[in-house]
């Protein structure tokens, strides 16, 4: 089956230390995104690639950063330097920017 | 006028009701729109395209009114199962440029 898959579904993080989150998807999209989304709140973009070896900043990538060595993956670095990291993180691809999205089933960050 | 403007709700409907939401967007020029459905605690899952003919999709019916920049879905018969947040999604910039928007959503809940 094609999809996208995110891991862990659930992540404790301590303060000052930085976690990786994974997103996979074997749906061929040559785009992939990272939104954040808070209770009761709308998907903010963090970051988003349309190529391999590319990535633009989203509207709150501070605190953020990527990578995308392959067309399939494109994992995301909560640093410790973001301030308030405790959300419900969204990974989501299509095949172009304008185009319809499908996403992940989220990871859970919670900061201890 | 905000990107993409949607009333948060909630709204509270009994089964078999028709219910209709509308999303305002503010650049005339965006070319993509879309409906998603987001369960709680869970992802956004594409619910239907909108096109400049309107479309419908079963009980769904979407529609787009450029002059006025808004976008509507009307739902018919409502079952307990359409309980849910509906997000308002357009293309941020005109063309093939440029990302996708997610409004906040409209909280939709079916009651027997």
């Known amino acids: 089956d094609g999809g996208i898959t995110q891991s862990p579904k659930y992540l404790f993080r301590k303060e000052g230390q930085n976690v990786t989150l994974s997103c996979e998807q074997n749906?061929?999209?040559?785009?992939m995104y990272w939104y954040r989304q808070d209770p009761g709140q709308g998907l903010r973009l963090i970051y988003y690639?349309?190529?391999?070896?590319?990535?633009q900043k989203g509207d709150i990538a501070e605190g953020y950063s990527v990578s995308r060595e392959k067309k399939e993956s494109f994992p995301l670095t909560v640093t410790s330097a973001q301030k308030n990291p405790t959300a419900f993180y969204l990974c989501?691809?299509?095949?172009?920017?304008?185009?319809?999205?499908?996403f992940g089933p989220g990871t859970r960050l919670t900061v201890l | 006028r905000k990107e993409v403007e949607q009333d948060p709700g909630p709204f509270n409907v009994p089964e078999g009701a028709t219910v209709a939401f509308n999303c305002t967007y503010s650049?005339?020029?965006?070319?993509?729109f879309f409906w998603y459905r987001q369960d709680c605690r869970k992802e956004p899952k594409l619910l239907m395209s909108?096109?400049?003919s309107g479309n419908e999709d079963g009980r769904f019916t979407a529609q787009l009114n450029r002059a006025s920049q808004y976008i509507s879905l009307l739902i018919r018969d409502s079952k307990l199962s359409d309980s849910a947040t509906y997000l308002c999604?357009?293309?941020?910039?005109?063309?093939?440029?440029?990302?996708?928007?997610f409004g906040k959503g409209t909280k939709l809940s079916v009651k027997p």
């Open positions: 989501a691809s299509s095949t172009g920017t304008v185009n319809e999205q499908f």
């Open positions: 749906l061929n999209h040559d785009a």
């Open positions: 690639s349309q190529i391999v070896n590319d990535f």
């Open positions: 650049n005339s020029a965006s070319q993509s």
């Open positions: 909108v096109y400049s």
């Open positions: 999604v357009v293309n941020r910039y005109g063309g093939s440029q440029g990302n996708l928007i």
